[in-house]
């Protein structure tokens, strides 16, 4: 039974600059949130996609978008990077119906922006 | 707005010995939900346990146990015969249900051989 997968695990990118990054949730799961964590900080909460909608979004700007996919994979987009968008940006997946804060996670992207 | 607040950033226990890691948080909901997360150095977090808050049992799984002190709003991590592979980062975080997890910044957990 695979877990989450997320790709590509780390990506350097230059300031202004655009990415995207992946997520297949694990199987049975159809709801997928995303975090960012900061070096030594906690993961915060960027949003949260259930049936190609976004449900829950946290105090992120524009710049950051999302998308779900029929088979309930999800994108993250980050437009226009800056230098504080270096994170490790966690995918985590759940049942919509399922427990209350039972998360899978992958294992994570990098993001380098220089 | 749900807050958790983990004040210990670094902790070390010797391998097979007891270790309490704490956590405060603040939240105006009556209905929420505590949990404790760990991420290894491989990065991908796990859940370790989990208490609801309506529950006044404190919420056990293996050599992993809370001590929830409601009306402290305390919920600390009790990590008894720690193993090497316990070594990592905890951390703490709550829900009220409807809500997603906020996280506290977590405590690096050191086990000395």
């Known amino acids: 039974d695979a877990g989450v997968t997320q790709s590509p695990t780390h990506l350097i990118k230059t300031r202004g600059q655009q990415v995207t990054l992946r997520c297949s949730p694990k199987s049975g799961h159809d709801t997928v949130s995303w975090y960012q964590q900061a070096l030594g900080q906690g993961p915060q909460f960027i949003f949260q996609y259930y049936e190609e909608e976004e449900r829950q979004r946290g105090n992120f700007p524009d710049r950051f978008s999302g998308h779900q996919f029929p088979n309930y994979s999800s994108e993250l987009n980050v437009n226009a990077l800056l230098l504080g968008d270096s994170a490790l940006y966690l995918c985590?997946?759940?049942?919509?119906?399922?427990?209350?804060?039972?998360?899978?996670f992958g294992e994570g992207s990098r993001l380098t922006v220089l | 707005a749900q807050t958790v607040t983990q004040s210990q950033p670094e902790m070390s226990v010797q391998e097979a010995e007891t270790v309490t890691l704490s956590c405060t948080y603040d939240t105006s909901e009556s209905d929420y939900y505590l949990f404790w997360y760990k991420q290894p150095p491989s990065r991908q977090m796990i859940l370790v346990i989990r208490?609801?808050?309506?529950?006044?049992q404190n919420a056990t799984e293996n050599r992993f146990s809370v001590n929830f002190q409601k009306a402290a709003k305390s919920f600390s991590l009790k990590i008894s015969d720690s193993q090497l592979g316990d070594a990592a980062m905890y951390f703490c975080?709550?829900?009220?249900?409807?809500?997603?997890?906020?996280f506290g910044k977590g405590t690096r957990l050191s086990v000395i051989a």
């Open positions: 975080a709550s829900s009220s249900g409807n809500t997603p997890l906020v």
């Open positions: 208490q609801e808050a309506y529950k006044q």
């Open positions: 985590a997946s759940s049942r919509w119906r399922g427990r209350t804060g039972e998360l899978f």
